[in-house]
Structures are given as structure tokens and as C-alpha cells.
């Protein structure tokens, strides 16, 4: 099957039905972030690090990768910058043009597959801002060598991704409180799965999942030609038993090397 474009009409899905993740900043948050008080985010809670971003966003050229539903994209172009966002739902990208529209914004959406980057051309963009959202690709390493390709060298990488841990135990049993261990990484939502369930979650349109390992989200990026510079993590904001233990997130700046 091809599960890019299941995961396209399951984010359209998530769409239609209100889900956390594609509903866009309020006009408030625009008009903050046009006089400076600015922020994003890259995981669950915790903002972006405003050091981590050049001291100036004006006329910076920025990808939101696999970040459309109109959160970062439109902070960053209220904040002056140049910003494309790209993302594999279409409907998530109609939320950032919607808010560019309200608030009388400059952005360009593009719709894609973050794995291929091929809209674009090699060393055009000075920063890309990655939030959560390569646990939906099967191989993340080909994520990391498209960042790298078209950002500048020297470029800045802001990425957020999951924690590995957070998929080795049985997420029903977890959201009722029990961590039960019963995945391996790497695996995929639907390796848990009889034929018959696979036919199930797919005709319901939720979206697949991948678990990667840190050596794929972290090795990935340095093999792709980048340093790591920076690193925090994060989690549910306590409203999952695994924020007793550990942090579930983890957000890296990285900088891509000249060559």
C-alpha cells in the first residue's frame, strides 16, 4: 500500500475532526510575534530556545518541513521571515493560508512527501524548523539528507522527534496506566497487528507510525552533514503515565557543515 498518501488523507482526517495539532495561532499570537515576542514550538510543550534562531528572522529563508495546520509557518513570517511550509496533507497547509490570509501574511505552502525534497533547489534555505512529524515516514535518514541538501551551508536544522522508549509498550495498556513492554524498535503500528486488524486501522484512516531509533534520528543527522549543537527534551505535560519516568520528546539544533 502506499502509506504516504494513507498518511495524507489520515492528517486530512485529523483535519476535519479538530485534532490538537491543526488548529492554528490566534490573531494574538500574530500581532505578538510582529513586535518580536515570538515563539515556536517543535515538540509538545516546551518553546524553542529563541538562541537557537539567528538574532534577526527578517528576510531569513525558512522551511517549516512536514509543518503544516498553521502554528509555525505564520509565527515565523509575522516574525519577518521568508517561509515556505511544506506538508503531505493538503488541508493542514489550508490552515496556515487561512491564517496568512486573516492576518495579512506572506507564505508559501508547498504539498510533499518530507522525504523528497525535490521542489526545491540545492542550498536555498538558511533554517529549517522540523517539529514532530518523521515517525510518519518509514525511513527518516532520507529526511536528514533532504534538509541537508537544500539548506546553506552553515544552515540551521530544528527538529523534533520521538523518543524511541515511548513506543516499546502497549499504548492502550499505557493510557490506562500499566506500561506493559511489548514493541520492539524499530516497528511500525502495523507490525502489532493481525491481517485482519491491518485491514481495520487502515479503513479507519488513523495514521501509521514508525518508530525509529536514535541512531537513525541522531547518527542520521551527522552522516547527512550535520553537527549537533544544541538538544532538549520534553513530554505530555503530565497527562501521560510515562511523564512520571521520562521525557518523551527531544528537540536537537543542528548545523549543517560546509563542504
Not at 29 to 53: D, L, M, Q
Not at 63 to 87: E, F, H, I, K, R
Not at 125 to 147: C, G, M, Q, T, Y
Not at 198 to 212: G, K, L, M, P, R
Amino acid at each position: 500500500m502506499d502509506t504516504t498518501q494513507h498518511n495524507s488523507n489520515a492528517w486530512d482526517k485529523k483535519v476535519e475532526e479538530g485534532a490538537a495539532y491543526t488548529k492554528p495561532v490566534s490573531s494574538d499570537v500574530i500581532e505578538k510575534s510582529k513586535a518580536g515576542e515570538w515563539e515556536v514550538t517543535v515538540t509538545t510543550e516546551k518553546s524553542v530556545p529563541r538562541n537557537w534562531f539567528p538574532a534577526s528572522l527578517k528576510g531569513l529563508k525558512i522551511l517549516c518541513l512536514a509543518s503544516g495546520g498553521g502554528q509555525q509557518a505564520p509565527v515565523l513570517a509575522a516574525a519577518g521571515a521568508d517561509v515556505t511550509v511544506t506538508d503531505i496533507s493538503n488541508k493542514q497547509l489550508e490552515q496556515d493560508e487561512e491564517v496568512a490570509k486573516r492576518d495579512q501574511l506572506t507564505l508559501k505552502t508547498v504539498q510533499g512527501d518530507m522525504s523528497d525534497l525535490g521542489d526545491f533547489d540545492d542550498e536555498y534555505f538558511d533554517l529549517i524548523v522540523h517539529p514532530v512529524s518523521n515517525l510518519f515516514v518509514k525511513d527518516v535518514r532520507p529526511v536528514w539528507r533532504e534538509a541537508s541538501r537544500v539548506l546553506k551551508n552553515n544552515g540551521i536544522l530544528i527538529s523534533g522527534f520521538t523518543n524511541p522508549l515511548l513506543w516499546i509498550f502497549d499504548d492502550s495498556q499505557e493510557r490506562k496506566g500499566i506500561l506493559d513492554v511489548k514493541h520492539p524498535v524499530p516497528s511500525s503500528t502495523l507490525d502489532y497487528m493481525s491481517e485482519e486488524d491491518v485491514q481495520d486501522f487502515i479503513n479507519s484512516d488513523q495514521t501509521i507510525e514508525y518508530a525509529h531509533t536514535l541512531e537513525d534520528q541522531l547518527q542520521g543527522q551527522i552522516d547527512a552533514g550535520f553537527v549537533i549543537s544544541g538538544f532538549y527534551e520534553d513530554d505530555f505535560g503530565g497527562t501521560r503515565v510515562l511523564d512520571k519516568y521520562i521525557k518523551t520528546f527531544m528537540a536537537t539544533r543542528a548545523i549543517k557543515l560546509v563542504r
